[in-house]
């Protein structure tokens, strides 16, 4: 039942990441991200997949976790990229 629960909690978080990664890539700007909070989502995911694999507790939430890293991960990409297009905006301004 704790499998359950966790991957409800994970889903939960996991739902929030396709619309935050299909607003970075429609809004094409950096402005009102943090990439520190970004990071340190990433870093609790990447920390709770290898308490999962240190421990041996591999199971169906595993893939949810995964999902969730690759979510954030594109959306931490997007981000450097629309701070470069940013640059780019602000050089064109001058």
């Known amino acids: 039942m704790g499998q359950f629960f966790e991957m409800c909690m ?3 978080f996991g739902f929030s990441w396709p619309f935050a990664v299909l607003k970075s890539w429609r809004s094409r700007t950096a402005k009102g991200k943090s990439i520190l909070f970004s990071g340190l989502v990433w ?3 990447v920390l ?3 308490g999962k694999i240190v421990t041996g507790n591999i199971t169906y939430v ?3 976790y995964l ?3 690759a979510m954030v991960t594109i959306d931490i990409l ?3 990229r ?4 940013d640059k780019l905006q602000g050089a064109n301004c001058e």
């Open 62 to 64: 595993f893939i949810f």
């Open 10 to 12: 994970v889903v939960c």
């Open 82 to 85: 629309n701070r470069k297009l």
């Open 48 to 50: 709770g997949l290898t």
């Open 43 to 45: 870093a609790g995911y």
């Open 67 to 69: 999902i969730n890293l």
């Open 78 to 80: 997007l981000y450097f």
